[in-house]
């Protein structure tokens, strides 16, 4: 088990056997068969082997160079990811540019549709306003007139009364 104090470390393993090397800062190493423990300090190395006892070494010439060229490696690796990230997110950012404009097209062409279509039914509105209005006119001057031509002549219908002859009283 190692943990990580501030530093930067490398650690590989292989058939059971763990290499740990500190390039930067300070690691706590705990080795679980036997819970012995070390710190190793910047430019140090341990192998953790079973049945051995944990011996702190400074860095091997090769090691810190094999180091060194993962590191770089890493920072290259960093380096590209951060430059795809930056790319991918101006390009989505582009995309969202581009959609925002192409959604403001269709509203603006759609208010356009909208306020013709609103137009065009208040027009069509008044016309059946005015047509309705006629309708009615035209049909009370028809209805007067049909009323005139059936109203039969009072006169000819009226019953012929006569006003009874009253004697006055007395007589």
Request: glycine share 4%.
């Amino acid at each position: 088990m190692a943990a990580v104090r501030g530093t930067d470390f490398i650690v590989s393993e292989e058939n059971g056997k763990s290499y740990i090397a500190c390039t930067d800062g300070k690691v706590f190493i705990v080795k679980n068969s036997d819970k012995s423990s070390v710190d190793i300090d910047a430019g140090q190395e341990v192998y953790v082997e079973p049945d051995k006892r944990l011996t702190v070494k400074d860095l091997s010439e090769e090691n810190r160079r094999g180091i060194e060229n993962i590191l770089d490696e890493i920072s290259k690796i960093q380096e590209d990811i951060r430059k795809r990230f930056d790319e991918e997110r101006e390009r989505i950012r582009d995309d969202v540019r581009t959609m925002k404009d192409e959604n403001k097209e269709k509203v603006d062409e759609q208010r356009k549709t909208d306020k013709q279509n609103v137009s065009n039914q208040k027009a069509a509105d008044k016309a059946n306003r005015d047509a309705i209005a006629g309708a009615v006119k035209d049909g009370s001057d028809e209805a007067k007139k049909a009323i005139e031509d059936v109203k039969p002549d009072i006169n000819s219908v009226k019953p012929q009364i006569k006003k009874p002859q009253v004697k006055p009283s007395g007589e």
